[in-house]
Antibody, heavy 123, light 107 residues
Framework: QVQLVQSGAEVKKPGASVKVSCKASGYTFTGYYMHWVRQAPGQGLEWMGIINPGGGTTTYAQKFQGRVTMTRDTSTSTAYMELSSLRSEDTAVYYC????????????????WGQGTLVTVSS | AIQLTQSPSSLSASVGDRVTITCRASQGFSNALAWYQQKPGKAPKLLIYDASSLENGVPSRFSGSGSGTDFTLTISSLQPEDFGTYYCQQFNSYPLTFGGGTKVEIK
């Protein structure tokens, strides 16, 4: 069965960076685009961007341009999301989720989700 | 960016009630819409994809409809386990966007 297992909770100081991992299993990692979505405490869902695990190409939401980097390691079927210059407003649960359809270029519903990684930014 | 407005923002209904949640888009598109259910402390769960297709394993009391700018999620007979927050999401264009959510409580 498909599983997306994310790394554990992080506590960071303002100005630092955080890198969250998402290890995929149970399907062809390179065939399904991977999205990153975050949710601040008590708030709704916010799409951050997407990576094509096959070619490594990325598209980021404008809000995060310049601060977010999404990468992948096909040898371990793992996707990564790094967010830099952290501020208190970045405190949130970060989720990875994959596309519904094979090679749908990210224009898809999000079928399988990781369990979420809580990132707390505090001095 | 396409904005999605959900209504109502919250509702309280009894077991067996028919519940309807609406998602209105700032610009029209065909069927590039999904619905999710999220329970406290859990990741969202896909219920409906492509506006009206029921995800595997999701009870048939859930259904989706609509196209253009108006989409609807219907729960035909509300069950105790259906509490949570429901979100719509469009994937017609980047950036993908979500509605603000509808919190469903059981009376």
């Amino acid at each position: 069965q498909v599983q997306l297992v994310q790394s554990g909770a992080e506590v960071k100081k303002p100005g630092a960076s955080v890198k969250v991992s998402c290890k995929a299993s149970g399907y062809t990692f390179t065939g399904y685009y991977m999205h990153w979505v975050r949710q601040a405490p008590g708030q709704g869902l916010e799409w951050m961007g997407i990576i094509n695990p096959g070619g490594g190409t990325t598209t980021y939401a404008q809000k995060f341009q310049g601060r977010v980097t999404m990468t992948r390691d096909t040898s371990t079927s793992t996707a990564y999301m790094e967010l830099s210059s952290l501020r208190s407003e970045d405190t949130a649960v970060y989720y990875c989720a994959n596309d519904y359809y094979y090679d749908s270029s990210g224009y898809s519903s999000l079928r399988h989700w990781g369990q979420g990684t809580l990132v707390t930014v505090s001095s | 960016a396409i904005q999605l407005t959900q209504s109502p923002s919250s509702l309280s209904a009894s077991v067996g009630d028919r519940v309807t949640i609406t998602c209105r888009a700032s610009q029209g598109f065909s069927n590039a819409l999904a619905w999710y259910q999220q329970k406290p402390g859990k990741a969202p769960k896909l219920l409906i994809y492509d506006a009206s297709s029921l995800e595997n394993g999701v009870p048939s009391r859930f259904s989706g409809s609509g196209s253009g700018t108006d989409f609807t999620l219907t729960i035909s007979s509300l069950q105790p386990e259906d509490f949570g927050t429901y979100y719509c999401q469009q994937f017609n264009s980047y950036p993908l966007t979500f509605g603000g959510g509808t919190k469903v409580e059981i009376k």
